[in-house]
């Protein structure tokens, strides 16, 4: 009935949301070793991975068979009076018309019971981590809408993607123990980039100066924050990612170069949460 995969960090596969709300909640530097703290990191990482990424996976990924594609069904609407044919809101009319056939024809035979269970343990777990859960759900149900909307007219997701499967779950394992500052806001943007460009890298799009240019960023953040030993570290992960770089040169070598150089990223990011944080 229902399909919990974590499916943002793919093909990247440590890569994930997990792993940013966990830096996200180092970052907050109230995470402890109790037993409170390990329930509300296990609630957040719910939400934020889980049920957060089988909405994504609904509305964003699954492919829908051409036979029941809204283009080829129709629910007649009554349209308003007066309604010119071919203006505006007959227009409208006849899409909501064709949303309501895929919906009715294609979506809730498939996904319907999953969809039933899914949007109420996601508000539940939101309603139970507190207001500020809330409205980050929200903006990540708000993601997952237009995610869908773009992916109707073929437009590219990856952005909205990275938003949610690195800044708002970083945001999330932050907001799950304490107020958001402003170091750690920052570096859920830098690091929202970074997530940017390797998702570029999985679809054989090279996006190197955002990938390196964003943790560049991050080394000059924690300098200006006086923190120049994270700095460094965070120079020293970047390192073996800029030297395997060149096997890109090669051609089908995306997959293989992200799979290598993840343990650096990660490693990176989780420096720079603890040098915020403590």
């Known amino acids: 009935m229902i399909d919990l995969e974590v499916q943002l960090g793919k093909p990247l596969t440590w890569l994930s949301p997990a792993w940013a709300a966990l830096c996200g909640a180092v970052a907050s530097g109230r995470l402890a070793l109790s037993g409170q703290a390990a329930l509300t990191m296990l609630l957040t990482l719910l939400l934020a991975d889980a049920t957060w990424g089988f909405l994504w996976k609904l509305a964003a990924e699954r492919e829908w068979p051409a036979d029941n594609c809204p283009s080829r069904a129709e629910v007649r609407l009554a349209a308003p009076p007066y309604t010119v044919p071919g203006s505006p809101s007959q227009r409208a009319f006849q899409r909501l018309g064709e949303f309501l056939a895929w919906w009715r024809e294609s979506f809730w035979p498939r996904h319907g019971s999953a969809l039933l269970i899914v949007l109420p343990l996601t508000a539940a777990l939101a309603a139970i981590l507190g207001r500020r859960m809330i409205i980050l759900t929200s903006a990540a149900l708000a993601i997952v809408a237009l995610a869908f909307l773009l992916r109707r007219r073929g437009a590219s997701s990856l952005a909205l993607q990275a938003i949610l499967g690195m ?3 970083w945001l999330a394992g932050h907001v799950a123990f304490g107020p958001l500052g402003w170091p750690s806001l920052l570096l859920a943007i830098l690091y929202t980039g970074t997530y940017r460009a390797c998702l570029a890298l999985a679809e054989g799009k090279r996006s190197l100066i955002l990938l390196n240019g964003s943790q560049i960023a991050v080394v000059a953040l924690l300098i200006a ?3 120049p030993m994270a700095a460094g570290l965070v120079g020293l992960s970047l390192l073996p990612q800029m030297l395997l770089q060149p096997y890109l040169q090669q051609g089908e070598m995306e997959i293989w ?17 603890l040098a915020i944080g403590y």
């Open 225 to 227: 924050l006086r923190e």
């Open 257 to 273: 170069y992200l799979r290598r150089m993840q343990a650096f990223l990660m490693g990176g990011m989780m420096v720079a949460a």
């Open 167 to 169: 800044g708002l779950a």
